[in-house]
C-alpha cells in the first residue's frame, strides 16, 4: 500500500500533507545545522497547512440541496429518475466535490463536482436513476460534500442534507376477467330499478328534458327547485368490494426465504417479510387495480376487522379503510409499500396449543362485513389458517355477493381441512404456493371454476394446489 493511501483523507490533500512533510524536514535540517532561516520556512509550511484546517471547519459553507423524484412513487423494477439541485446559500466560493450516498441495493453512490459547468444562477443540476426490485421506503442521501480551501492543502467532508425517502411500491400484474363481478356485471356498474310506486321520501329526480313523458313530472320537487322536474326510473350505483389482506407473523413466518434480514442489515432497511407475504401484497395490489379499472370503490380491512394499512409505515391514511378513484388506488400501493407482518415474531401457544394473541376473524370483522352486507364481492388473501379459524370466517362469506379466499402456503396440501371449512360456508377457495403466479392463482375463480394449469401441474407433483 503506498504512503499516500495510509494517510487520512478527511485532514489534508496530498499538497497539504507534502508541506507538512516539508516542513518536518526543514525543522530537523534546523536542528542539525543551526540556521535559522530553515527553522522560520519549517514554521512556515508546517503553519499553513494548520490554519487552512482550522479555517475550513469554522467557515463551514452552506448550500441548499432540492431532490425530486419522477415518478413519485415508483413500482418495482421500474426506474426512477432523481433530479438534484444544489445551490450555495451563503458567502464563499471554490470548488467541492459532492456525492449522493445510496443504499447499497441502487449500486455505487454517484458523485460529482460542484459547481457544474452548466450551473445557472449560482444553481448546479443533476440527474441520475434508480432502480429496485423490492418494494420498501429507501432514505436517498444525504449529499457529501467534501471542501477544501483556496490553496488546496486541507480536506473537510460533511453531510449538506438530511436525504430523501424513496418509496417504492409494489408492481400490480393483469388479472384475467372472470365471473367475480357476478350479477352487478363486469363493468363495475349496476342499475338498480326504483319501486313501482316509490314515496316522496326515497324518489330519485332529475330535470325536465325534452321528450319526457308529462307523467312523469314530480309536482313536489318541482315546486321545491322552481324548475320542472321528472322521476328518475333507473339509477347507478358503484359497486363495493372488501378485501381481507392476511398480515400475521404467524401466518406467514417459517420455510424458506421466511425474511429479508439480510436485505435490511446491508440496505439499513427493516422490514419483516416473507417470501408467501410477498406473494400475498403483489395479489392485494393486482385485485385492487383490477376492481378499481371496473370502477369498483374498494374496502380493505386484516383479519381482526381494522384497517388493513393501520400499521404500514408507509400508509399516507393508516386509519382509512375505504378507497375509490385513481387517487384511491394510488394510497393503496404506497400503503402497501411498507406493509409488513405483524404481531408476535414468536407466537405463543397457550394450553389448548391455538395462537395466543389478539382474536381474528371474530365479530369485530363480521360488524365491520355487515355494514356493507351484499354490496359487492368479498375477497380473503389468507396466508396459513387452522381450520378452526376457517371455520371462524366461514359465516363471512354471507356478507358479500361472491365469497373468494386465496391461501398462499409453502405446503398448500396442508390447507385441504381448511379450504374445506371454507367451502362449507359459501367460499370459493384455493390454495396455492408462491410458485404459481397471481393471475393462474385467479382463474381458479372463473365461472367454470377449472383450476389453472399450473396449479393443476403443482398438485401431480405433490406440491399441491387445494381443489
Known sequence: MALRDRLPRHLFSPRGWGLLAAGAVCLLSAQIMGRRDLLSLSVLLIVLPLISLAGIRLLKPRFQVYRE?????????????????????GSGGGRAIMEERLP?????????????????GGTSRYEYHLRSTKRGQYLIGPVTAEFTDP?????????????????????????????????RGNDGITATRTRANPSDDDVMTR??????????VHWAATAHHGALMVRQEESVTTPEATIILDQRFAAFSGG?????????????????????????????ISICTHLAERNYALRLLDPRGEPAFLRSLSAPE???????????????????????????????????????????????????????RMRGPLIAVLGRISP????????????GANAFAIIVSDRPADAEDSLEALRRGGWRAVAVPVSVSVPDAWTHFDQGGAAPATAAADVRRGAGVGR
Not at 423524484?69 to 446559500?89: G, I
Not at 425517502?165 to 408492481?171: E, M, N, Q, R, S
Not at 425474511?259 to 435490511?264: D, I, L, P, T
Open 69 to 89: 423524484f419522477n415518478p413519485s412513487p415508483v413500482e418495482t423494477s421500474a426506474a426512477a429518475t432523481v433530479r438534484l439541485a444544489v445551490a450555495r446559500t
Open 104 to 120: 447499497p441495493r441502487f449500486g455505487e453512490s454517484p458523485a460529482f463536482h460542484f459547481p457544474a459547468r452548466s450551473a445557472k
Open 151 to 183: 490553496f488546496g492543502l486541507s480536506l473537510h467532508r460533511r453531510a449538506i442534507d438530511e436525504g430523501d425517502t424513496l418509496t417504492v411500491t409494489p408492481a400490480a400484474v393483469e388479472l384475467p376477467v372472470t365471473g367475480l363481478a357476478g350479477a
Open 207 to 216: 330535470e325536465y328534458r325534452p321528450g319526457d313523458p308529462m307523467r312523469r
Open 256 to 284: 424458506h426465504g421466511s425474511g429479508f434480514g439480510g436485505n435490511a442489515a446491508v440496505d439499513g432497511h427493516e422490514m419483516i417479510t416473507s417470501d408467501t407475504f410477498e406473494w400475498a401484497v403483489v395479489a392485494a
Open 318 to 372: 393508516p386509519e382509512a379503510e375505504e378507497f375509490s378513484g385513481v387517487s384511491g388506488l394510488q394510497s393503496i400501493a404506497e400503503s402497501l409499500a411498507a406493509i409488513q407482518l405483524s404481531g408476535p415474531h414468536h407466537a405463543a401457544r397457550d394450553h389448548g396449543g391455538q395462537d395466543a394473541g389478539p382474536a381474528v376473524f371474530d365479530d369485530h370483522l363480521m360488524d365491520k362485513l355487515s355494514a356493507h
Open 388 to 399: 378452526s379459524e376457517a371455520r371462524a370466517l366461514a359465516p363471512a362469506a354471507g356478507y
